[in-house]
């Protein structure tokens, strides 16, 4: 079985800032792990994934997020938050990459202020 | 890139009827689609996959009799909710397996968002 914490459901940073949304999984077999942000009413987007290539994975928007397996965290960065950033993020776990469901977080819904 | 689409983006019924909400791959074909609910300010959880010209596979807890799926080509996937009540009022997120340039991923589609009166 698969599972995925997220800690910290609402988190706020002032514009410019870092944002850190933290993310811990639990797998049985080697894990593939994604970001996915969804803003009001819409579907999701995935921002970046990872397949067991590079450890430090690069997605849209200027986020990234490493794989650390001796702490099982996929943490997801931003250097400097926008306003435009402001959105609920979902990590996910499967499998693999589409032949399995992924198992989703609770969600982070990141706020920017100005 | 591969597109997903959903039918309709949001719907309202009346308590007691039922409703069809559709999932299209739009310029590839998907042997299998995933069905997803978020209730209000929560997660997604998955609820079934489907798998085209095959019977769908539900989670616990999901009814199958009345959540009703039915893949029937390689880019349409049906969601039926039948006799619906005001607690299944959610949003329906559905996505679909693509396997594009050697790569295997997901896709999803926009959401539809379901009320129920």
């Known amino acids: 079985a698969q599972s995925v914490t997220q800690l910290g459901s609402h988190v706020s940073v002032s514009e410019g800032a870092l944002v850190l949304l933290r993310c811990n999984y639990s797998?049985?077999?080697?894990?593939?792990l994604f970001w996915y942000v969804q803003y009001p009413n819409q579907g999701l987007q995935l921002l970046l994934k990872?397949?067991?290539?590079?450890?430090l994975v690069k997605g849209i928007n200027g986020f990234e997020a490493e794989f650390k397996k001796s702490e099982t965290s996929f943490h997801l960065t931003k250097p400097s938050a926008h306003m435009s950033d402001a959105a609920e993020y979902f990590c996910?776990?499967?499998?693999?990459?589409?032949?399995?469901?992924?198992?989703f977080g609770s969600g982070t819904r990141l706020q920017v202020q100005p | 890139g591969a597109v997903v689409s959903q039918h309709p983006s949001w719907v309202i019924c009346k308590s007691g009827t039922s409703v069809k909400i559709e999932c299209r791959s739009l310029d590839f074909q998907a042997t299998t689609m995933f069905w997803y609910r978020q209730f209000p300010k929560q997660s997604l959880m998955l609820m079934a996959t489907s798998n085209e010209g095959s019977k769908a596979t539900y989670e616990q807890g999901v009814e199958k009799d009345k959540f009703l799926i039915n893949h029937a080509s390689l880019t349409l996937s049906t969601l039926t909710v039948t006799s619906a009540h005001p607690e299944d009022s959610s949003f329906y997120i559905c996505?679909?397996?693509?396997?594009?340039?050697?790569?295997?991923?997901?896709?999803f589609g926009p959401g539809t968002r379901l009320t129920v009166t």
């Open positions: 996910a776990v499967s499998e693999d990459t589409g032949r399995r469901a992924l198992t």
């Open positions: 990872y397949t067991s290539a590079a450890t």
């Open positions: 797998s049985s077999v080697p894990p593939y």
């Open positions: 996505s679909a397996r693509a396997t594009l340039a050697g790569r295997d991923e997901q896709y």
